[in-house]
Structure formats: structure tokens, C-alpha cells
């Protein structure tokens, strides 16, 4: 009878190990702090709190499946550690809160809950409209929203907030 036995140190490893992201964003989605969107890319447009005010921006880096390092548009090398937050308008985001916006083929906008590399959730983030999307697993791109796909706010071919980003906004 033959056994095998596992090294001490391999049995320990599999006790503390680290829990790692699903599948994390593609980085050709995220900017650089210092030169913010291209015109030569598609990039995630988001809103958050700066620690000051609420404001545009792009992802920089992901740390996690719902923390993101923002950069804030028009302020180069400004970088802000930011949770995904849900059901919340982008005015009432607190300190270190961040948004990603979405339209649906219903024309409606939609906060994302979750985002991963191929999928995202929606959640309504009012009352107002239809909302029929509000809960559902979407595949998500840069193109008009269609059955099953939902647009992402693009952060545009430029530095500058409000140039030529997409900008959803909720009925509310």
C-alpha cells in the first residue's frame, strides 16, 4: 500500500492562501494617471468622490473585484482608491465611493453592481423609469446598447471632463 503524503509547507499554503479576483477587467480599458483617455482607445468612464467633491474620471488599476484606483479627469497624477458602490446616484457617492453608468437597450441608465471581463450586473439607481434591466447579467462594450448588451459611459479621446465622453444620466 503506497501513500503519499503532502509536504508541510504546501498543506499550510493552501490554508492562508490568498483569495484572488474572478476574472479580473482587460487593462486596455484603464487610462494612465498622468495622460488620462485616448483617442486611439475605449475607456471606462466612472464617477467618484475624491475625498472633496464628486468627479469624473477613469480606472487606473483594479485591486480588487469592486475596488479600482481612479484617476480624476483634468488632473493629471491624481490617484484615489475607490469601492464599487450600487443603487446610489453619482451626487450622493461618499469619500472613496465610485460609479460606473450603463444604458440599456430600454434606453434607461443603469448603476453596475458587478464588473468583470466579459459580464457586468445592473442595479437601478432610482425609482424613476421602467428599470426593466435592474438586477440582470449583461455582456457589456463601448457600441450601442442592444438585447442582452448595455453600453459603458466612454471617458473619451481626452483629458478634459464634459469634452467628449459619453454622459449618461439617470431620470431622477
Same mark, same amino acid.
Given at each position: 500500500m503506497l501513500t503519499h503524503s503532502v509536504p508541510a509547507r504546501t498543506r499550510i499554503g493552501l490554508l492562508y492562501r490568498r483569495k484572488q479576483m474572478g476574472r479580473p477587467l482587460n487593462k486596455k480599458f484603464f487610462t494612465d494617471a498622468a495622460t488620462g483617455a485616448t483617442a486611439s482607445a475605449n475607456e471606462i468612464k466612472v464617477n467618484f468622490h475624491n475625498g472633496s467633491a464628486v468627479v469624473e474620471g477613469t480606472i487606473v488599476k483594479q485591486k480588487g473585484s469592486k475596488r479600482f484606483v481612479?484617476? *480624476?479627469t483634468g488632473a493629471a497624477d491624481t *490617484?484615489?482608491?475607490?469601492?464599487?458602490?450600487s443603487?446610489?446616484?453619482?451626487? %450622493?457617492? @461618499?469619500?472613496?465611493?465610485?460609479t460606473i453608468s450603463v444604458q440599456g437597450a430600454d434606453s434607461e441608465t443603469y448603476g453596475v453592481s458587478k464588473i468583470?471581463?466579459?459580464?457586468?450586473? #445592473? #442595479? %437601478?439607481?432610482?425609482? @424613476?423609469?421602467?428599470n426593466a434591466l435592474d438586477g440582470q447579467s449583461l455582456i457589456w462594450g463601448f457600441s450601442a446598447a442592444a438585447s442582452g448588451i448595455v453600453k459603458v459611459e466612454?471617458?473619451? =479621446?481626452? =483629458?478634459? @471632463?464634459?469634452?467628449?465622453? =459619453? =454622459?449618461?444620466?439617470d431620470s431622477a
Open positions: 481612479c484617476a *480624476e *490617484e484615489v482608491t475607490c469601492t464599487l458602490v443603487g446610489k446616484l453619482p451626487a %450622493a457617492l @461618499a469619500s472613496g465611493e465610485m468583470s471581463g466579459r459580464k457586468l450586473t #445592473v #442595479v %437601478a439607481p432610482s425609482g @424613476a423609469g421602467s466612454e471617458a473619451g =479621446d481626452d =483629458d478634459v @471632463a464634459n469634452a467628449d465622453d =459619453d =454622459d449618461f444620466t
